[in-house]
């Protein structure tokens, strides 16, 4: 049977955002936690090749406790099992840290449950925006990595041949690699699902299985945490917002009032840009 | 198991979904599904998972409190008896230390209320925002073991030879089989249409409420209202509410107002008017104007009340299910309690059941154990006290009540208080003459006395 795993982060709610003014950084008490946006995705690929082929699906997370919950939902969506890779000596990673940390919990797993033959991975995360951990285990695991991916065309199991489109900025590549590989799932992949009932219920009792710094004796502490993280944030700032004319027609007449706007943007060079002359 | 399904007939059914007649397979099954993870719901869950029962508790929202809105008032009475001393870890705004009662003119009030530190130890009640105490609340049940389902929405009840068996949610392989569903699905209770034992509400039955949080700084607030640290402080108002029967209220959070008006909903059909505009108008009254500018708000809220009171109230329990608080039409509208009814609908439903699963019988005669219960608590003994508010309020004497009275009433305080050479005695006898005049004589307005007293004295 195929062995999946998807790499997943739980993120404040972009929505919900703010920037506190004082200190530039993200506020993020108060803000609802989510599994990321293109994580699930990736998690939905990974339940539909499960659906198609069988698989067993293995959720990975690194974060706070309070990530259970995220990796809980994954679990009402069909994940088999969900790790929590959870210890304070995690805190502060950047990608370079985070990616050699999955990596090891990937390699546990395939210690567990057996090799792993497809990795999948958001293609980016909500709140740090940077898509460079998928590439990052990618390189730690020494698999081939297909990242912008927006399309599974076919997956043999047997040939263990995968076709996959993946979406550039100047155009569509379609690839054909051999497994093992590590994808990354673009939000045009697929349409996550919703869990159903007996997913929920088992959701509600399933206690995901957390992995700490004393499950890697062979884990490098110099290369996790802050310790292990080279990026340094040498200043954040909130972009001005962009200083913009407006000018109201008065009138009572509509038609009057269109007829001016007509003629005041047909005296700029908006039309065409547009197309419109 | 073979089961048929019953259509609710309020709620569409899916292709994907089985249609009335199907057969449907379930698996799991539980002692008891609650339906609503509101106080009721969450009273009920807890309860009968502290009894040891298998218990699912089921919201629509994401969470629960998240599609749940209130005044704000939480007590202390009714908690206490489900959870000892929640009020050190449940999360809870302000320890209300004064009451205030305002009776609204055009741009006066004449004022009652009562501060008294005594209600700090032991508290009395608090304000609260039920996107944070409902949350806390349900945790309380999943830790004494109820199985939480959010975000699923329960589309009807699963029948079989009449009774109630389960229950079929809109999610995939959706159904839920229970020997018991408490119905706790608030004052919309589809479910308890679906039964058949309620009709939709009379636009009589149920008031509207619309809700600001205005959010200003911690000693603003403090400032305003004459607090300190943790103390709160509530305003509750009639009249200045274009004559429909009403009640407004001013309640204060940690950092933020609950500002809000509740008005029957056939006033506002009768009137034309939009609850929002109440609300404005209210905003704009020098009395609360005062207290809450400067304040962003940060939510508007909307919510039903039922206020049909006990003759509203529906059967309450029948084979294989109970009904429990707005649901049940449980509010009692003089005294702004609905919580606190919920909370002990839900323990009651929740000892009833316990009390079935030990006997193994869930059928009416046993359930009915519930019924009994709701008729020698507080609940029903309030309800019936206040049985003749509802005729009073319905009879169409909003106008007078809420609008010419309050009136005439700031009238005669401003004419009482004011030196201007005038005999008392005079401005005594104009002042009652007013309140008649306003009646339309002196034999309706002891026919209005009369029957206030009797609607408020059941």
């Given at each position: 049977m195929l062995h999946l795993v998807v790499c997943m982060k739980q993120v404040p709610d972009s929505r919900e955002i703010r920037i506190d003014p004082k200190t530039n950084t993200l506020v993020r008490q108060g803000v609802p936690a989510i599994v990321n946006y293109f994580d699930l995705h990736a998690l939905e690929e990974a339940l539909r090749v499960k659906d198609e082929h069988g698989a067993r699906v293995t959720v990975i997370s690194m974060g706070p406790p309070s990530a259970e919950k995220a990796l809980r939902q994954c679990v009402s969506m069909g994940a088999d099992e969900g790790i929590l890779v959870s210890d304070r000596a995690f805190a502060g990673a950047d990608t370079l840290a985070t990616s050699y940390?999955?990596?090891?919990?990937?390699?546990?797993?395939?210690?567990?449950?057996?090799?792993?033959?497809?990795?999948?991975?958001?293609?980016?995360?909500?709140?740090?925006?940077?898509?460079?951990?998928?590439?990052?285990?990618?390189?730690?695991?020494?698999?081939?990595?297909?990242?912008?991916?927006?399309?599974?065309?076919?997956?043999?199991?047997?040939?263990?041949?995968?076709?996959?489109?993946?979406?550039?900025?100047?155009?569509?590549?379609?690839?054909?690699?051999?497994?093992?590989?590590?994808?990354?799932?673009?939000?045009?992949?697929?349409?996550?699902?919703?869990?159903?009932?007996?997913?929920v219920l088992r959701a509600a009792r399933y206690q995901p299985i957390v992995w700490t710094t004393n499950d890697f004796p062979n884990m490098d502490r110099s290369k996790i945490g802050l310790r292990g993280s080279p990026t340094i944030v040498s200043k954040t700032w909130v972009p001005e917002p962009k200083q913009v004319n407006t000018e109201f027609i008065e009138g009572d007449d509509p038609a009057v009032t269109a007829q001016e706007l007509l003629g005041r943007l047909y005296a700029t060079d908006l039309p065409q840009k547009l197309g419109w002359a | 198991m073979r089961t048929t399904v019953l259509q609710s007939g309020n709620l569409p059914i899916s292709k994907m979904w089985p249609r009335i007649g199907d057969e449907i397979v379930a698996d799991e099954r539980f002692d008891a599904v609650v339906v609503g993870a509101g106080p009721a719901g969450t009273a009920a869950a807890y309860t009968m998972a502290k009894g040891g029962l298998k218990v699912a508790l089921i919201e629509r929202g994401e969470f629960p409190g998240a599609k749940n809105i209130f005044g704000g008032v939480l007590y202390r009475k009714q908690l206490e008896d489900l959870i000892p001393e929640f009020w050190k870890e449940a999360p809870l705004e302000r320890t209300i230390v004064e009451q205030r009662l305002w009776i609204l003119g055009g741009d006066s009030a004449v004022t009652f209320g009562h501060r008294n530190l005594k209600y700090k130890e032991p508290p009395n009640c608090w304000t609260g925002l039920r996107v944070k105490f409902d949350q806390w609340f349900a945790g309380k049940a999943e830790q004494a073991g109820a199985i939480p389902i959010y975000e699923t929405v329960v589309t009807e009840l699963l029948l079989e030879n009449g009774r109630v068996v389960g229950v079929r949610t809109d999610r995939e392989d959706g159904d839920l089989r229970a020997n018991i569903v408490v119905i706790a699905d608030g004052v919309n209770s589809l479910l308890g249409k679906s039964l058949g034992i309620h009709r939709e509400w009379r636009p009589d039955e149920v008031s509207l409420a619309v809700k600001e949080v205005i959010a200003l700084?911690?000693?603003?607030?403090?400032?305003?209202?004459?607090?300190?640290?943790?103390?709160?402080?509530?305003?509750?108002?009639?009249?200045?509410?274009?004559?429909?029967?009403?009640?407004?209220?001013?309640?204060?959070?940690?950092?933020?107002?609950?500002?809000?008006?509740?008005?029957?909903?056939?006033?506002?059909?009768?009137?034309?008017?939009?609850?929002y505009e109440v609300l404005e108008g209210i905003k704009r009254h020098p009395m609360i104007q005062r207290l809450i500018q400067g304040g962003e708000v940060k939510e508007y809220s909307g919510h039903l009340i039922p206020e049909g009171g006990l003759d509203s109230m529906p059967p309450l329990a029948g084979d294989g299910w109970m009904i429990c608080g707005d649901a049940a039409q449980m509010v009692n509208a003089v005294h702004r309690e609905g919580t606190n009814l919920a909370v002990t609908s839900g323990r009651l439903a929740g000892e009833t059941a316990i009390a079935a699963h030990a006997k193994g019988d869930f059928s009416a005669a046993?359930?009915?154990?519930?019924?009994?219960?709701?008729?020698?608590?507080?609940?029903?003994?309030?309800?019936?006290?206040?049985?003749?508010?509802?005729?009073?309020?319905?009879?169409?004497?909003?106008?007078?009540?809420?609008?010419?009275?309050?009136q005439a009433l700031n009238d005669a305080a401003y004419e009482m208080l004011l030196v201007d050479g005038v005999p008392k005695k005079v401005k005594q006898k104009a002042a009652v003459g007013h309140l008649r005049d306003v009646a339309g004589g002196n034999w309706k307005l002891l026919r209005l006395a009369l029957k206030g007293w009797r609607a408020m004295n059941g």
């Open positions: 940390v999955l990596a090891m919990a990937i390699q546990k797993a395939e210690d567990e449950w057996g090799p792993v033959d497809i990795v999948f991975c958001g293609k980016q995360t909500l709140d740090g925006d940077t898509g460079q951990v998928g590439p990052g285990v990618a390189c730690r695991l020494d698999i081939d990595q297909l990242t912008y991916v927006e399309k599974v065309e076919s997956l043999d199991p047997v040939k263990r041949e995968i076709i996959v489109h993946r979406h550039l900025e100047d155009g569509v590549e379609r690839v054909k690699a051999r497994l093992p590989v590590l994808i990354t799932a673009l939000a045009e992949l697929n349409r996550p699902r919703r869990a159903g009932l007996p997913g | 700084p911690k000693q603003t607030i403090q400032d305003r209202f004459n607090l300190e640290d943790d103390e709160g402080c509530t305003i509750e108002f009639v009249g200045h509410m274009h004559g429909m029967a009403g009640l407004g209220f001013l309640y204060t959070n940690q950092d933020t107002l609950s500002l809000g008006v509740g008005v029957m909903v056939s006033d506002l059909r009768n009137k034309r008017i939009k609850p046993a359930l009915d154990e519930y019924t009994k219960a709701v008729r020698d608590s507080f609940i029903y003994k309030d309800l019936k006290k206040y049985r003749g508010v509802h005729g009073l309020l319905a009879m169409g004497a909003s106008d007078l009540l809420f609008e010419k009275f309050p």
